[in-house]
């Protein structure tokens, strides 16, 4: 059950990153892939029994999400509504892939994975670093003119799908694990 | 990784966007900005002008017409408005992009008989004009300074021979005479407003001029032409217009006058009128001749930033 829920949350990933809009619906709607998270998630708080704020924010991203299907990022006008709309979702995204990573971490240690455990410590570092910066420099953009901007804008959007691909093989790795051997409850304890 | 950590980051970025969006807020123009025009139309039958303002990005204004005291109607030719299958009206046009502002054109176009200019030598001239915007309220606007001379209809003495400009914010026009002159002024127009931004020389030095001639002939400039284009002013052939002591300045028939021209490349305003050259004919008749000009300043982020900090403190 556990790796299915590595499973879920890799493919709820796959959703949210990728937009593909035909005649302006997204054929990989971003609600759907915050719910595969979300219950994804579930499986693998339940077997931890760690709390369950992550669950909470892929929950209310199921919800919050729904008017990406009709909305096209590049449609966006600069500051109006939408642009805080997408600006909040971001932060939210953030704060998901925060519990993402610490249930990684979890699970690296429980299975004493060591150089798994290094691998997902450092990522978890330099992605939640790299991002927050990347998020923190985005509303300089609206005291910029065009060629500042669309320079920052070329530069965090390579950066930040990069990072996203390395988040993303990282999980892919969690998700091939077998349940088998891990059956013994005394070894699942939380944080 | 610690959970704090996380939450401090997104108080930074929360801190972040407000103090980014007060900034974008407090740029923000209560209305568009008219650049300051210094034009001057010796009436044919049609002169057209283009004036430049600044707008927000932000919702950008569009003029849709424009009133000004005095004249019957003004025809509002919005360059940037094409027609055809192709053309995108949503589209936002501007001349140039700056952090909070475009700048944009408008460009007027007068007819004769709707600017009364009914005596000989008589002028008309406007400073303000209303403008009237797609979706906003209308503003009286400050435009610099607009005039508008009749025509001078009479048989000109010089015959232009080579007239350039560039973008380095000089130009020059070389003329012959038809007939024997004698040059008592050289001026520009709105002395008082724009003396320290513009400054012309005159040169009469006709043994170096005669080469021009070959213009005709070939089209090939001479050498010292082509150099004196990179000099600095001060060494520019010529002498000022406002020394004294050059007037009167006396030319035979088929003798050259050149006239450089040099404008203040960090003013901010924009220039089209002309060179006045005054003088008498061999029989004392009054003789008058235009030399026209136009230059447009290249604005800086800086310069806007001015420009915006001088006309909103004025009011």
């Not at chain 1, 990989?28 to 979300?38: A, E, K």
């Not at chain 1, 249930?103 to 455990?117: C, D, P, W, Y």
């Not at chain 2, 209809?153 to 004698?182: C, L, W, Y």
Request: hydrophobic share 40%.
């Amino acid at each position: 059950m556990l790796c299915e829920g590595f499973r879920k949350i890799f493919w709820g990933l796959i959703f949210v990153f990728i937009e593909i809009h035909i005649i302006a619906i997204d054929i990989l709607p971003d609600p759907v892939g915050y719910f595969l998270i979300y219950s994804g998630m579930n499986l693998v708080n339940n077997h931890f029994e760690v709390g369950s704020r992550g669950n909470f924010i892929a929950l209310v991203l199921v919800y919050f999400s729904l008017p990406t299907v009709f909305l096209q990022n590049t449609s966006i006008e600069q500051i109006s509504g939408w642009f805080f709309y997408l600006s909040v979702m971001g932060i939210f995204n953030l704060v998901l892939a925060f519990y993402i990573f610490q249930i990684m971490v979890l699970f690296a240690t429980e299975r004493k994975e060591n150089n798994l455990l290094r691998r997902t410590v450092t990522t978890f570092r330099v992605y939640m670093i790299s991002m927050l910066l990347i998020t923190f420099f985005e509303p300089f953009a609206m005291n910029m003119n065009l060629t500042e901007g669309t320079g920052y804008f070329a530069f965090s959007a390579a950066f930040g799908l990069m990072m996203n691909i390395i988040f993303l093989v990282l999980l892919s790795k969690f998700s091939k694990f077998s349940d088998n051997y891990f059956e013994d409850p005394s070894r699942t304890k939380g944080e | 990784m610690k959970e704090k950590l996380l939450w401090s980051g997104i108080i930074l970025i929360l801190i972040s966007w407000a103090l980014n969006y007060a900034f974008f807020q407090s740029k923000q123009l209560a209305e568009p900005i008219f650049l300051d025009h210094y034009y001057i139309g010796y009436q044919d039958e049609m002169q057209s002008f283009t004036f430049y303002y600044l707008t927000n990005k932000q919702d950008p204004h569009e003029v849709t017409h424009v009133q000004i005291d005095g004249i019957d109607s003004v025809f509002v030719r919005n360059d940037d408005q094409g027609y055809g299958f192709w053309h995108d009206s949503s589209e936002i046009t501007f001349d140039r992009e700056y952090r909070h502002h475009y700048l944009k054109t408008v460009t007027l176009e007068f007819n004769q008989e709707d600017i009364p200019l009914n005596e000989p030598g008589s002028s008309f001239s406007f400073e303000k004009m209303e403008v009237f915007f797609t979706n906003q309220p209308s503003i009286v606007a400050d435009v610099g300074m607009v005039s508008f001379y009749r025509a001078y209809d009479q048989e000109t003495v010089f015959e232009s021979r080579m007239s350039s400009g560039s973008n380095q914010h000089r130009s020059e026009e070389a003329m012959v005479s038809k007939e024997p002159v004698i040059i008592e002024d050289i001026s520009v127009p709105f002395p008082e407003e724009i003396a320290e931004d513009i400054a012309v020389k005159v040169n009469f030095d006709q043994e170096r001029l005669k080469e021009l001639e070959v213009l005709k002939a070939s089209g090939s400039l001479p050498r010292w032409l082509e150099e004196s284009r990179e000099l600095e002013r001060e060494k520019t052939p010529g002498i000022l217009i406002e020394t004294e002591d050059v007037y009167p300045i006396k030319l035979n028939a088929n003798e050259w006058l050149q006239l450089y021209m040099y404008f203040n490349p960090k003013r901010t305003s924009y220039f089209e009128f002309s060179v006045l050259i005054k003088g008498k004919s061999e029989s004392g008749e009054t003789i008058e001749y235009l030399s026209p000009m136009m230059d447009q300043p290249d604005l800086e982020q800086q310069d806007i930033d001015m420009i915006i900090a001088g006309k909103e403190g004025g009011k």
